[in-house]
């Protein structure tokens, strides 16, 4: 069959009035075909990692509840539920899907040794071993009791913390616990989310 345009007109009207009489219904499923592509992918609640502002966003992840499925972001947006931003976002939040898919992005620790030139992977367990001896090694060569004035200080000035805007009020406040237990005085957070 190679219908005309006349034919086209002809069988559209009739299926129209053939819908009027018996009474079809195409709303839904017009309704259906505008189905939202995140409808099934679970949410996330995070914070844009990029300033202190700490806008909240919303990362969608599709097939992680399925079996032999890896799971793929598909979308980020603003968290219209958030108190500092509503839904809002500026570009380098927007573009927080194009951090998450990066080939270039970092999964696991790197040290560059003194002297090198190159960065080399290391273990999570390597990583922090060698962060708890360097600690113990600087606290041990720099602690300070007494000032030049004979006060007792009992503090180390020679290890910082500076925080980053995702960390909450809870993970601060065992930063400052952990940090105050060595004598660490220099403390800072970019963010009080
Ligand atoms: S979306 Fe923009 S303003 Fe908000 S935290 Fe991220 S970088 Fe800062």
């Known amino acids: 069959m190679n219908p005309t345009?006349?034919?086209?007109?002809?069988?559209?009207?009739?299926?129209?009035?053939?819908?009027?009489?018996?009474?079809?219904?195409?709303?839904?499923?017009?309704?259906?075909?505008?189905?939202?592509?995140?409808?099934?992918?679970?949410?996330?609640?995070?914070?844009?990692?990029?300033?202190?502002?700490?806008?909240?966003?919303?990362?969608?992840?599709?097939?992680?509840?399925?079996?032999?499925?890896?799971?793929?972001?598909?979308?980020?947006?603003?968290?219209?539920?958030?108190?500092?931003?509503?839904?809002?976002?500026?570009?380098?939040?927007?573009?927080?899907?194009?951090?998450?898919?990066?080939?270039?992005?970092?999964?696991?620790?790197?040290?560059r040794r003194p002297g090198g030139t190159d960065w080399e992977d290391i273990s999570w367990d390597d990583a922090l071993n060698e962060i708890a001896a360097k600690v113990k090694k600087t606290r041990d060569d720099t602690f300070i009791e007494r000032d030049a004035a004979g006060h007792t200080v009992n503090r180390c000035e020679s290890i910082a913390w500076t925080g980053g805007c995702t960390d909450t009020n809870e993970f601060n406040y065992l930063v400052v616990k952990s940090m105050r237990a060595l004598g660490v005085v220099h403390l800072e957070n970019q963010a009080r989310v």
């Open 5 to 111: 345009r006349r034919d086209f007109f002809k069988i559209t009207t009739v299926g129209g009035a053939a819908a009027a009489v018996f009474g079809f219904d195409l709303k839904p499923a017009f309704a259906q075909l505008r189905t939202l592509k995140i409808a099934r992918a679970s949410e996330t609640r995070s914070t844009c990692p990029y300033c202190s502002v700490s806008c909240g966003v919303i990362i969608y992840t599709i097939g992680d509840r399925a079996k032999n499925v890896t799971p793929q972001v598909v979308h980020v947006e603003g968290d219209p539920d958030h108190p500092i931003n509503r839904g809002t976002l500026c570009p380098k939040g927007a573009s927080l899907e194009q951090d998450i898919l990066n080939e270039r992005r970092l999964l696991k620790p790197q040290v």
